[in-house]
Structure formats: C-alpha cells, structure tokens
C-alpha cells in the first residue's frame, strides 16, 4: 500500500532553535495535513494544503506543499517547551480526493531543551 | 463547540475476549473515521462512514473486527475476538466534509493480554 516517508524520526533541540521536518511520498497527493499528538491525546490540526507550491503559516509554524506533489515540510521558528510532541504528516492521494482516505506518516517526535 | 468524545478512554481485557469502543463525533459531521494507532506509528485508517454509510472499510480485518454508525451520528467499533496484536490506541474523528481536516478523539487504549 501507499506510505508516506517522514523525517527525522525524533529531534532534541534548545528552546529557540527553528525546526525542520519533511514527509515524502512515492505516489502524487492532492491534500497534505500536519498534526500533533500530545501524549493521551488525538492528534490536532495545525495547517492544511491543498494547492502544489502552497505556503501557508499559522504562527510560529509554517507548511510548503511540495511542487512534485510528492512531498510537504514543516518549519517550527523560535521553538518553545510547549512545542513538544509527536508531528505527524498526512496526505491524500489523488484517487482518494473524493473518500477523503487519510495515510499518515511514522512521526516525528520533538523534545525541546529549556 | 463540543469535541469528538470517546468511550472508554483505557480498556485491558484477555485475549478471545470481545470489546466494544463508542463515539460521538462533532453535531453536524457527516463524516466519521475510525483509526488504530499502534505505539510508535503513525494513525491506520479502518473504515469511513459518510452518515451511515460505510465509505472505506478496506483495511478493517473484517473476520473479527465490525463497526456501525446508529442513525448517521454515534458510531461503535468492536472487536471480537481480540488477538495480542489488538494493542493500540483506536482514535476516532470527524469532519464536515471527506475533503477537510478531521477532528479527533482523545482515543481508547486497548490492552490485550
């Protein structure tokens, strides 16, 4: 089946340090998610895209869809402690626009240093 | 407005036993998704209802595991009967549209043992 490649898989910085995280698929997709998981939680949407080339931000993050269509980023500026968690990619493919059908990736696990 | 709500938030049963999870997604969503999340993974989609309609239900192991969506709102998955591998947190969510962004459930951690 379809897998979404995400990467790193975990990341220890210091408070203030920016982020970068990327998710790469062998297959083209129409909508890229980011999401994060708090431990005991669901995980929650931060940006959604929809568009190849699309940037868009929502505070101190900021998304990219890729313009192959095969690949999304994540930057995190000026991380701070509450920043910590599991970021999670997803995307839908082409074929599933109309189901909606999710796939997420492996995660990226972000621990942040005071 | 009200989130998607989960029950029960941990269950441990023995393994060939049955276990039921409920949700109750955000009024109005059409659309309700249940997922399994084993530790260390990313969410796996099982099935997908648009009201009371099964959507996708192509990676639910249907010789034991069954879900239903009562009058298009509330929805339950069971298992039956569970296996060790069963273990995960099953996640639920729910969006107004397929095309969005779902809400999600805090999530039932399932232990089978």
């Given at each position: 089946g379809q897998q979404l490649n995400q990467s790193p898989q975990s990341m220890f910085i210091q408070e203030g340090e920016d982020v970068s995280m990327n998710c790469t698929?062998?297959?083209?997709?129409n909508t890229w998610l980011w999401y994060k998981q708090d431990p005991g939680?669901?995980?929650v949407l931060l940006i959604a895209l929809y568009k190849a080339g699309e940037l868009t931000s929502n505070g101190r993050l900021t998304a990219q869809f890729g313009i192959?269509?095969?690949?999304s980023f994540l930057n995190i500026s000026a991380s701070i402690p509450s920043d910590v968690g599991i970021y999670f990619?997803?995307?839908?493919?082409?074929g599933s626009s109309n189901t909606g059908k999710l796939i997420f990736g492996q995660g990226t696990t972000l621990q942040v240093k005071p | 407005e009200a989130g998607v709500a989960q029950s029960p938030r941990y269950k441990i049963i023995e393994k060939r036993q049955s276990v039921a999870f409920w949700c109750n997604p955000i009024s109005g969503h059409a659309t309700l998704y249940w997922y399994q999340q084993i530790l260390g993974q990313g969410p796996k989609l099982l099935i997908q209802f648009q009201n009371n309609g099964v959507v996708d239900d192509s990676q639910l192991p249907k010789d034991r595991f069954s879900a239903e969506r009562l009058k298009g709102v509330d929805s339950t998955l069971k298992i039956q009967p569970?296996?060790?591998e069963d273990s995960a947190v099953y996640l639920c969510a729910s969006s107004?549209?397929?095309?969005?962004?779902s809400t999600f459930g805090s999530g039932t951690r399932l232990t089978v043992v």
């Open positions: 698929s062998s297959s083209i997709f939680e669901g995980p192959t269509r095969k690949d990619c997803a995307g839908r493919s082409a | 569970a296996k060790l107004l549209r397929p095309q969005e962004g």
